[in-house]
């Protein structure tokens, strides 16, 4: 995938939302706050990707020992991720379900995938995050 394909790709799927946007920046992220979700996007030139990520939660510190793996358990234990897979960036320090594109898929398609991805997000930021919490805290 082009990062022109990348950029219409995320352009339309927003359009179709309702919000215009000019889709990805100049240096390749964008994202949009749907309902209570949020999704972000970044394209990736090297690898020639289209990453779609919906926010879980925003830590306010790094996580305690033990936080992520308990998500990276779920994931592996087959609760639903919308199609994507459980991606902490520690740099922001944010656990996001994550997709990749690296074939521009039909708008349509795509949307159904935001669409999964997004439900699934807002899921795991209240059912999973509680469970997590509730193995990794006990006390």
């Known amino acids: 995938m ?7 790709l995320v352009q ?3 359009l179709a939302l309702k919000q215009p946007s000019e889709g990805l920046n ?3 992220f964008g994202g949009a706050v749907i309902g209570e979700a949020q999704l972000y996007f970044e394209y990736h030139g090297k690898t020639q990707q289209l990453e779609a990520s919906a926010l879980v939660y925003k830590f306010r510190d790094r996580p305690k020992p033990g936080v992520i ?3 990276s358990a779920e994931e592996k234990a087959g609760t639903p991720t919308g199609g ?3 991606d902490y960036e520690p740099e922001n320090k944010s656990l996001f ?3 990749y594109y690296a074939e521009v ?3 349509e398609t795509f949307q159904e995938h935001m669409d999964q991805l997004m439900k699934a997000s807002l ?3 209240t059912e999973v995050l509680d469970r997590v919490a509730s193995r990794v805290f006990k006390n």
């Open 84 to 86: 994507g897979a459980v």
């Open 12 to 14: 339309a799927y927003l």
């Open 105 to 107: 898929p039909p708008v």
């Open 26 to 28: 100049p240096q390749g």
């Open 123 to 125: 899921r795991w930021s």
């Open 97 to 99: 379900l994550t997709r």
């Open 2 to 8: 082009t990062r022109d394909e990348a950029q219409k």
């Open 69 to 71: 793996e308990g998500f």
